[in-house]
C-alpha cells in the first residue's frame, strides 16, 4: 500500500473500528480489575500479547529480527508503554470509565503540541490553534468538575492524563525515530516485551495480584490481548500510510465509546458537565486535524 497524505474510506473504517474496541476495552479494563491488581493485569496482558505475537508471527513466516540502530528507540518505546499503562490501568481502578475516557483520548492534542515543537512543517496554525485550546479546555474542566457523589479521583483523573502524554510519546517517537523504520509487529513486539517485565516487577509494589477473580473475566483478560494484539497491530501499520495527526484524529469516537458503555454497563453517573467535557475535547480534535480548505491551500501555494 502507498502512503496517502489523506484518511480515505478504507482508514477511516478501520480507525473507527480500532477506536470502537478502545472505548470498549476501558469498561473491560475496570471490570477485570474487580478480580486482579490493576499493574498485575496490565502485565500480565503484555505478557499474553508476546506470546501470541509469536505465534502470529510464526504462521505468517515473519523473522523476529531486530533492526540494526533499532535497540535504542525500541527499548524507550516499551519503557513509556509500561509507563502509560501502569498509568491507565490504575486510573481505571481510581476513577470512572467515562472520566479516564475523556481525558485519556485528548491524546491528539498533546500530540500536536509536541509535532509543533519537535516535527518541521507541522506547525500550529491558527485553526490548530482554536482546536487546541478548545480541547485543553475540555479537559481542564473535567479535571477542575469534582461530582459530590461516585467515583472522581483526583488522583485517577491525572493519572489518566499522564496515559494520554505517554501515548502521545509513542505516536511521535514512531515517526520521528528510526523506529518508523521498524515493521509494525516488530514495534509492537517491542513494546509489549520490553513493557511485559517492567509490569510484573511493578505489580509488586501494588498489593495481592488476585483480588476476587472469577472465571469468566478470563473473557475480559482475552479481550484485552486481542484488542493490542490485533488493534495495536493495525494502528501501528496504519501509521506507515496514514498522516500520524489523521490516524490521532479518531481516537475522539473511543471516549464517546467508553462514556456510552461505562453508563450502560457500569450504571456510572454521567452528568451534563462532563458532556460538556467531551464535546469540547472532540470538536478540539476535529478543528487540530481539519484538513485545510481549498481556497486556503491554493492562496498559501500561489495555485
Known amino acids: 500500500m502507498e502512503r496517502k497524505d489523506h484518511i480515505d474510506m478504507f482508514g477511516a473504517v478501520s480507525l473507527i473500528g480500532f477506536t470502537s474496541a478502545l472505548g470498549l476495552n476501558q469498561v473491560v479494563v475496570k471490570v477485570v480489575n474487580g478480580g486482579l491488581q490493576p499493574v ?62 475523556v481525558i485519556f483520548y485528548s491524546m491528539p492534542v498533546w500530540l500536536a503540541l509536541a509535532a509543533h515543537l519537535l516535527v518541521p512543517g507541522d506547525r500550529l496554525t491558527r485553526r490548530k490553534s482554536a482546536g487546541l485550546a478548545l480541547a485543553m479546555a475540555g479537559v481542564a474542566w473535567a479535571l477542575l468538575d469534582r461530582p459530590g457523589g461516585g467515583e472522581a479521583s483526583l488522583l485517577g483523573d491525572m493519572l489518566a492524563l499522564a496515559a494520554a502524554l505517554g501515548w502521545a510519546s509513542i505516536a511521535l517517537l514512531t515517526k520521528i525515530s528510526p523506529f518508523s523504520r521498524v515493521a509494525p509487529e516488530m514495534q509492537l513486539m517491542w513494546q509489549v516485551a520490553v513493557s511485559a517485565p517492567i509490569l510484573m516487577v511493578a505489580a509488586l509494589f501494588f498489593g495481592p495480584f488476585i483480588r476476587d477473580f472469577e472465571p469468566w473475566m478470563t473473557l475480559g483478560i482475552a479481550f484485552q490481548v486481542a484488542v493490542v494484539a490485533v488493534g495495536f497491530l493495525s494502528w501501528f501499520w496504519l ?65
Open 239 to 303: 501509521l506507515k500510510f496514514y498522516p500520524a495527526s489523521g490516524v490521532a484524529s479518531f481516537s475522539f469516537v473511543a471516549p464517546v465509546v467508553g462514556v456510552i458503555f461505562g453508563w450502560l454497563l457500569l450504571g456510572e453517573a454521567v452528568t451534563w458537565s462532563l458532556w460538556v467535557s467531551l464535546a469540547l475535547v472532540a470538536a478540539g480534535i476535529v478543528l487540530i486535524n481539519r484538513p485545510p480548505r481549498a481556497s486556503a491551500m491554493s492562496a498559501q501555494t500561489g495555485r
Open 40 to 101: 498485575f493485569n496490565a502485565g500480565l496482558r503484555s505478557v499474553l500479547v508476546v506470546l501470541c505475537l509469536l505465534v502470529w508471527m510464526r504462521l505468517r513466516g515473519k523473522p523476529v529480527r531486530v533492526m540494526p540502530g533499532s535497540v535504542p528507540s525500541g527499548l524507550a518505546m516499551g519503557v513509556v508503554f509500561a509507563v502509560e499503562f501502569l498509568f491507565l490501568f490504575v486510573a481505571l481502578d481510581l476513577t470512572t470509565v467515562a472520566r479516564t475516557s
